[in-house]
């Protein structure tokens, strides 16, 4: 048996498994009824168990190894033949193939079976505790169960092992080779900056968004939505647009993209904003180049990465004054005829409302990232048992004083409002901040290249954004770092400078 034509056999096998593994969660949050969820559980749990199998086989590790040693591409060219899956790699493609599934092996043997069936029970009960959790506004109702689970991530980060912190090997899940070392003076910078420059502009400015609070139908908004989805080239022949409670992107195949939003009829940025969003996230996953389809390295190169492409679209495109230039006349005289009344910049202001708020998800342009700190902060010193899960409560309403200057008046609104510790998600919050300043870093090389952007965009058209993300970002998939791809397109590693500058300028200079 060839070892590397064996390996490329299991990768593309692996690769189909996980896609239908995303078509059953797909399904599960968008039409699948509500008593389905039983067997769903056992279907998804029964999925990944054979997946991960299949990736710590002895057969795996012999095809890893083998291929190691067997370097001529060519000869797999031809040996391959006609089978159309498998495309032969440049030796750049073929390194980070080799890099990926030394990761991928690497880190799913380290995991015990054991460790891996605990955590899916104490994450499953966990989730449905923190619901009710949330609803009644009880911290202490969860706090049994996130106890259990943050004892099991801790025994999954030494399982993975680590050097300075055992935040580090969550974290490197979702954001492959990022660490504390430079997660922690990265926000740090940011935070010290970010927090008066928020105060600034929240005072400077005064903003009645009533205008967004107008009815607007379910169907209208879809409408809406999708015309500007078409605006940027969203293929609806290798995409989908659906409802869920929580918005998300899900691949389901290289033409097969799922998005999802959710209306709510007296506020229509929800809906719209959440499609640009996703949108974003979906053209990544539909714009891997062909030599890499089908295999490992058709992925987001990391959740930072991936991110960084849907806040690109929302917010740097989609609250641009010269995106609502060409759509706001549109959305006037075809969607929303009460808005005629409401002059250009007012509605502008309004979609780009800066103000302290309780809810991440709610949160504007420019405070978002502190509710990441504030999270990083937490969950940090919950993994080090620097902090105890008693003090937790406590620990977040003050953070949210010092950074947000405002104090949730109930749990629910505050330390129990995202699912994420629910999950076992230790160390994905950090990619949310890191993808806003992936995308600040971005936009400024966007217009670096590409000067008429904007005129483009005050006429609806985004198809250099689109060609330069393919070319810099989407073909690529995974074969190069987070790191390296963001030095190949700005020139420095990532610089939370962009993002304040790009701040500064638009809010206390440009609009306000
Ligand atoms: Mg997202």
């Known amino acids: 048996m060839n070892p590397w034509k064996e390996l490329r056999r299991i990768d593309h096998e692996v690769y189909l498994l996980r896609h239908v593994s995303s078509l059953l969660g797909w399904d599960q949050e968008t039409y699948m009824p509500i008593r389905g969820i039983e067997e769903r559980a056992e279907q998804i749990s029964l999925l990944e168990t054979l997946i991960h199998?299949?990736?710590?086989?002895?057969?795996t590790r012999e095809a890893l190894e083998g291929a190691k040693e067997q370097l001529d591409e060519e000869q797999f060219a031809t040996e391959i033949g006609g089978e159309s899956h498998v495309r032969p790699f440049t030796p750049i493609q073929r390194a980070a193939f080799l890099r990926e599934w030394d990761r991928r092996?690497?880190?799913?043997?380290?995991?015990?079976?054991?460790?891996?069936?605990?955590?899916?029970?104490?994450?499953s009960v966990g989730q449905a505790k923190w619901a009710q959790a949330k609803k009644e506004a009880s911290f202490e109702l969860f706090k049994p169960y996130l106890q259990e689970i943050l004892i099991l991530t801790r025994e999954l980060a030494g399982a993975l092992g680590f050097r300075e912190t055992p935040y580090d090997p969550l974290v490197d899940e979702y954001e492959p080779g990022m660490t504390c070392a430079v997660l922690s003076p990265l926000f740090e910078q940011l935070r010290k900056d970010l927090v008066p420059l928020?105060?600034?502009?929240?005072?400077?400015?005064?903003?009645?968004?009533?205008?967004?609070?107008?009815?607007?139908?379910?169907?209208?908004?879809?409408?809406?939505?999708?015309?500007?989805?078409q605006a940027m080239g969203f293929p609806f022949e290798r995409a989908r647009l659906d409802v869920s409670v929580h918005p998300f992107t899900?691949?389901?195949?290289?033409?097969?993209?799922?998005?999802?939003?959710?209306?709510?009829?007296?506020?229509?940025?929800?809906?719209?904003?959440?499609?640009?969003?996703?949108?974003?996230?979906g053209?990544?996953?539909?714009?891997?180049?062909?030599?890499?389809?089908?295999?490992?390295?058709?992925e987001g190169v990391s959740l930072g990465i991936h991110e960084s492409q849907s806040r690109f679209w929302?917010?740097?495109?989609?609250?641009?004054?010269?995106?609502?230039?060409?759509?706001?006349?549109?959305?006037?005289?075809?969607?929303?005829k009460d808005l005629?009344?409401?002059?250009?910049?007012t509605f502008l202001l309004s979609i780009n409302r800066v103000q302290p708020s309780l809810i991440r998800v709610e949160a504007d342009e420019v405070s978002y990232p502190l509710h990441i700190i504030l999270r990083y902060n937490l969950e940090k010193a919950l993994v080090e048992d620097s902090l105890s899960i008693s003090d937790l409560p406590a620990a977040w309403n003050d953070g949210m004083v010092e950074l947000l200057g405002i104090k949730p008046s109930h749990d629910g609104e505050g330390v129990l409002q995202d699912i994420h510790w629910s999950?076992?998600?230790?160390?994905?919050?950090?990619?949310?901040?890191?993808?806003?300043?992936?995308?600040?870093?971005?936009?400024?090389?966007?217009?670096?290249?590409?000067?008429?952007?904007?005129?483009?965009?005050?006429?609806?058209?985004?198809?250099?954004?689109?060609?330069?993300?393919?070319?810099?970002?989407?073909?690529?998939?995974?074969?190069f770092t987070a790191e390296e791809l963001c030095r190949q397109i700005t020139g420095s590693p990532i610089d939370p400078g962009y993002f304040l500058r790009y701040v500064r300028e638009k809010y206390l200079h440009r609009i306000s």
């Open 198 to 229: 928020f105060r600034e502009i929240v005072s400077a400015s005064t903003v009645d968004d009533r205008c967004l609070h107008l009815p607007f139908p379910k169907e209208a908004q879809e409408e809406f939505g999708m015309r500007i989805l």
């Open 423 to 479: 999950m076992g998600s230790f160390g994905y919050f950090p990619t949310y901040a890191l993808g806003t300043l992936y995308a600040a870093q971005f936009y400024s090389s966007l217009l670096k290249d590409h000067p008429q952007v904007l005129q483009e965009i005050e006429q609806g058209k985004y198809g250099t954004i689109v060609q330069w993300l393919r070319e810099k970002v989407h073909t690529l998939g995974k074969i």
């Open 250 to 281: 899900s691949t389901l195949g290289a033409d097969d993209v799922r998005i999802t939003t959710r209306y709510n009829p007296t506020y229509f940025p929800t809906a719209i904003f959440g499609i640009i969003h996703e949108a974003g996230h």
């Open 314 to 336: 929302e917010n740097y495109i989609g609250r641009n004054k010269a995106f609502w230039t060409y759509w706001y006349p549109i959305l006037q005289k075809e969607y929303l």
């Open 105 to 123: 092996v690497a880190r799913a043997s380290k995991i015990p079976t054991s460790l891996v069936s605990r955590m899916a029970y104490a994450t």
């Open 53 to 59: 199998s299949k990736i710590v086989s002895p057969a």
């Open 283 to 298: 053209l990544y996953d539909l714009g891997f180049g062909d030599e890499i389809r089908g295999t490992i390295l058709a």
């Open 340 to 345: 005629s009344l409401v002059p250009f910049d």
